[in-house]
C-alpha cells in the first residue's frame, strides 16, 4: 500500500507535498483481521452452512433439494431428496422460546400444502396427488390412517396452507396464529400483549404514510444543504425563526391533540377502541411533556446564543466556499451508508452460516442437530468484534476522505490550480499512504465501545436483581465509559485532519491536534459551539417539518390503530438523516479550523512565510477573536467589580 518510509521529524514544512506512510503494522494488522473474518465465512460454508440456510434441512441431517451422503449419527441420513425442495415442520406452533427455535419434526417434502388438511385422510390424498409426503419417512402414505404411530410420526391437524412462495425454501403456514404466539413469546414482560399487536398494527397500517415522511426528511435535509450554500447570511435568522415557531406550535399541537383525544375516550363505549384510544392518549401526554422541555430548553438557548448570530453567518459564508470547489462532498454520507449497508448484510449473512454451521451430533430425542464445539464455538465473539471494528473503520474513511478534500482546498494557494476531483484525489491518497492510520483510530474506538457494550449486557441481564450499589456503580462505568468514546471520536477525527495535512502517524497527529485544541481552547469553544447550534437547529426544522406533517395525516387513523409508534419512528429517522448531511458541515467547519491553527503555527505572513487561508477566513478569525476577547474582557470587568463592591 504505498511506501513505507520512517517520519522524519525534522523535515520542512510542506503540506499535501510530502507523504509517506503511516501506521503500517496496523494495517496488517487490520488486514489479517480481514482475513480471520474470511476465515471464519469460510468455514461456515465448507460445513454445509450456507445450503443448510438457504435450502432447509430434516431432522435426521439431510438437505432438501440434493442427494445426501450417509452418516453415523441417523439411519435415516443419505437420503436423495432431489425432488425434495421444501421444509416441513410437524407443527410449526410449536415454539421453543429459550432456544428460539421450532421445536418439531422437520421433513422435506416435495410440495408445500395449498389448502388446509383437516384429516389423516386428507393428508393422505395430498400425498398420493401431489407425490408429497408430510408424515415421516418411514411411514408410508397407504398407512397414514391406519397405523397407531400416526399421531406422532404425521403433522398436528389441521394442517394450515402455506404461504404461495416458501421462505428460503420453508413452508410457512398462512395463518399468523403461529407467528402472533412467536411475538407474545418474545414480549412475556409485557402484561398487556395485546398492546404489542396494536402498535404492529399501526404501523402496517401507516407505513405508505412513514415511507412517504421518511423520503420528505430525506429532501428536506438536500434542500437545507442548498440553502445553507446560497443565502446563509438570512438562513440563520430562518432557522431561529422557524425553529421557534415549530417548536411551539408542535407542542401547541400535541398539547390540543391530548385534550381532543382526552375528551373522544369519554365518550366511547367500544371495550376495543378505548383502549386504542387510551394508548394514543397516554403516549401524546408524554410527546407533549417531552416537547414542551425541550421547547423550554431551546428557547432558552437562543437567547443565550442570540449575539454569535454574525460569527455563525461569517462561518456557514467561509464554509460555504468549500463546497463551491468541492460540491462532491455533499454526496459522502450517501457513499458511506452504501458502504455500511453492504458490510452490515454481509456481516447479518455470515451471522446466520455461524447459527447453522458445525458438525452433525445426535440429540437427546435422537434427532440430528449441527454442533459447533470447541474453539470454533467462539468465533461469534471474533465476528462481533469485527461488525465494531470495520463498522468504525468505514466511518473514520469517511471523515480522512473529507478532512483530505477540505486540507487539498485549504493549502492550495491559487484555487484555479486544485484537481479536478479533490474527494477523488483523497481517496487515492487515504488508500496509498494512511488506511493504517485509519485502523488504528478505530481500533481504539473498538477497545472503548465493547467493554461499554458488555456491561450495559451485564446491566440488561441483571435488572431487577443487583444491590444498589452495583447499579450504581455499573451505570457509573458506563457513562464514563461513554463520555470517553465521545472524546475520544472528537480527538480521532481533528488526528485524521492533522494526518491529512503533515501525513504524521496517529499518535503524532493526535498529539499535535491536542496541542492546538488546549492552546485555542477558547476559540474551538465559541467557533463550534456556535456552528453545531446552528447545525443542531437545522436539524430540530427538519424533525418539526416532518413530524408536524405526520401529525395531520396521522391523526385521521386515531380510531383504529396507534399511530403514535409510527410518528416516533419518522422523526427519528428525519433526525438520523438530516445529522447525516449537516455532520458533514460540522466536518468542513472543525478541519478549516485546525488547518488555520496548523497554518498561524507555521507562517506569520513575511514574505516567504505566506498564508494559506483566504481573506474571507481571515476576517471571520479577526471578528471571532474580537468577540472572544469581548467576552473575557466583559468577565474580567464584573470581576473587578465584584472585588471593588466587597472591599468597599
Request: charge should be positive; proline fraction near 3%.
Amino acid at each position: 500500500m504505498g511506501c513505507c518510509g520512517e517520519e522524519d521529524s525534522a523535515r520542512q514544512w510542506k503540506p499535501l507535498e510530502q507523504r509517506s506512510c503511516t501506521d503500517v503494522l496496523w494495517l496488517l494488522i487490520f488486514i489479517l483481521f480481514c482475513i480471520g473474518m474470511a476465515v471464519i465465512c469460510g468455514f461456515a460454508i465448507a460445513t454445509g452452512a450456507a445450503q443448510r440456510l438457504v435450502f432447509g434441512y430434516d431432522s435426521y441431517g439431510n438437505i432438501c433439494g440434493q442427494r445426501n451422503t450417509k452418516m453415523e449419527q441417523s439411519d435415516l441420513s443419505g437420503l436423495d431428496h432431489t425432488d425434495k425442495k421444501y421444509v416441513f415442520f410437524l407443527d410449526p406452533c410449536n415454539v421453543d422460546m429459550i432456544n428460539w427455535k421450532i421445536d418439531s419434526i422437520a421433513l422435506c417434502v416435495a410440495k408445500c400444502p395449498e389448502t388446509d388438511l383437516n384429516t389423516l385422510k386428507q393428508v393422505q390424498n395430498f400425498a398420493t396427488k401431489n407425490g408429497s409426503h408430510l408424515c415421516s419417512y418411514q411411514l408410508l402414505p397407504s398407512k397414514y390412517t391406519s397405523s397407531s404411530e400416526a399421531s406422532t410420526l404425521c403433522p398436528r391437524l389441521p394442517v394450515k396452507s402455506s404461504i404461495p412462495v416458501p421462505f428460503f425454501h420453508r413452508c410457512a403456514p398462512v395463518e399468523n396464529g403461529c407467528y402472533m404466539k412467536f411475538i407474545k413469546g418474545l414480549t412475556t414482560f409485557i402484561s398487556d400483549n395485546s398492546v404489542l399487536q396494536r402498535v404492529i398494527t399501526g404501523i402496517m397500517t401507516s407505513k405508505e404514510i412513514i415511507v412517504g415522511l421518511c423520503l420528505l426528511s430525506l429532501v428536506l435535509s438536500m434542500l437545507l444543504m442548498v440553502v445553507i450554500r446560497y443565502i446563509s447570511r438570512v438562513l440563520v435568522w430562518i432557522l431561529t425563526i422557524l425553529t421557534i415557531l415549530g417548536s411551539i406550535g408542535g407542542t401547541a399541537v400535541l398539547w390540543w391533540l391530548y385534550v381532543d383525544h382526552k375528551k373522544l375516550l369519554k365518550e366511547k363505549s367500544n371495550e376495543e377502541d378505548t383502549k386504542v384510544s387510551l394508548d394514543n392518549v397516554k403516549a401524546l401526554l408524554v410527546y407533549a411533556i417531552v416537547a414542551t422541555v425541550v421547547t423550554v430548553i431551546l428557547l432558552l438557548l437562543i437567547l443565550i446564543m442570540r449575539k454569535r448570530v454574525a460569527l455563525t453567518i461569517a462561518l456557514f459564508h467561509v464554509a460555504g466556499k468549500v463546497f463551491v470547489h468541492v460540491p462532491l462532498l455533499v454526496f459522502q454520507p450517501l457513499w458511506t451508508f452504501l458502504a455500511l449497508a453492504f458490510f452490515w448484510i454481509y456481516w447479518v449473512a455470515v451471522l446466520l452460516l455461524l447459527g447453522t454451521a458445525g458438525y452433525p451430533e445426535k440429540n437427546e430425542e435422537g434427532y440430528v442437530e449441527f454442533k459447533v464445539s470447541g474453539p470454533l464455538q467462539y468465533t461469534w465473539i471474533y465476528h462481533l468484534v469485527g461488525l465494531i471494528w470495520v463498522s468504525e473503520f468505514i466511518l473514520a474513511c469517511q471523515q480522512m476522505i473529507v478532512a483530505g478534500a477540505v486540507v487539498t482546498y485549504y493549502f492550495t494557494r491559487d484555487k484555479s490550480n486544485l484537481p479536478a476531483t479533490p474527494i477523488l484525489s483523497s481517496v487515492c491518497r487515504l488508500i496509498k499512504y494512511h488506511l493504517g492510520t485509519m485502523a488504528k483510530g478505530s481500533f481504539i474506538i473498538t477497545l472503548v465501545k465493547i467493554p461499554r457494550l458488555v456491561l450495559m449486557y451485564i446491566h440488561n441481564k441483571l435488572k431487577g436483581k443487583e444491590n444498589v450499589c452495583a447499579k450504581c456503580l455499573l451505570k457509573s462505568c458506563i457513562c464514563c465509559l461513554w463520555c470517553l468514546e465521545k472524546c475520544l471520536l472528537y480527538l480521532n477525527r481533528n488526528a485524521y485532519v492533522a494526518t491529512a495535512i503533515n501525513s504524521t502517524s496517529f499518535c503524532t497527529s493526535a498529539r499535535e491536534a491536542f496541542a492546538i485544541l488546549v492552546e485555542n481552547a477558547l476559540r474551538v469553544v465559541a467557533i463550534n459551539a456556535v456552528g453545531d447550534f446552528v447545525l443542531f437547529l437545522g436539524k430540530v426544522l427538519v424533525v418539526c417539518i416532518t413530524g408536524f406533517i405526520g401529525i395531520i395525516l396521522l391523526n385521521y387513523q386515531r380510531d383504529y390503530t396507534v399511530w403514535v409508534l409510527p410518528l416516533l419512528i419518522v422523526c427519528l429517522f428525519a433526525f438520523f438523516v438530516s445529522h447525516c448531511f449537516l455532520s458533514i458541515y460540522e466536518m468542513v467547519v472543525d478541519v478549516l479550523f485546525l488547518c488555520f491553527a496548523v497554518d498561524c503555527k507555521h507562517n506569520d505572513g513575511s514574505p516567504g512565510r505566506e498564508y494559506y487561508m483566504d481573506k474571507s477566513l481571515m476576517e471571520f478569525m479577526d471578528d471571532s477573536r474580537k468577540a472572544i476577547r469581548s467576552a473575557v474582557g466583559s468577565g474580567a470587568e464584573m470581576k473587578a467589580m465584584a472585588s471593588g463592591a466587597d472591599s468597599a
